[in-house]
């Protein structure tokens, strides 16, 4: 699927073909300048490559008010200080 006119990738492609493989079919392609094979390539990641995910898993019984409440209660504590002696500098 080689051309040296990069507008002819569209219809070469033809209309079975999926977005993801569209873009991918663009960013493969050496004949398309580079800063549209950039933007198909950034527009295609997210869909290719997993993304990292954080999940917060709260123990039955315990809701989460409860939770932030003893979170509010500990930063109102006392302030943990580090001792710390400044060394003069030469």
């Not at 663009?26 to 990641?45: H, S, W």
């Amino acid at each position: 699927m080689k051309s040296d006119d990069p507008y002819e990738l569209a219809t070469q492609i033809g209309n079975d073909v999926t977005p993801l493989e569209f873009l991918r079919a663009v960013y493969c392609n050496p004949a398309v300048p580079l800063p549209v094979r950039m933007r198909a390539a950034i527009e295609a990641a997210p869909f290719v490559h997993p993304k990292l995910a954080v999940t917060a898993l709260v123990p039955i019984g315990e809701d989460f008010a409860s939770k932030l409440d003893r979170a509010v209660a500990r930063s109102r504590g006392e302030l943990k200080i580090i001792g710390h002696n400044p060394m003069d500098r030469p």
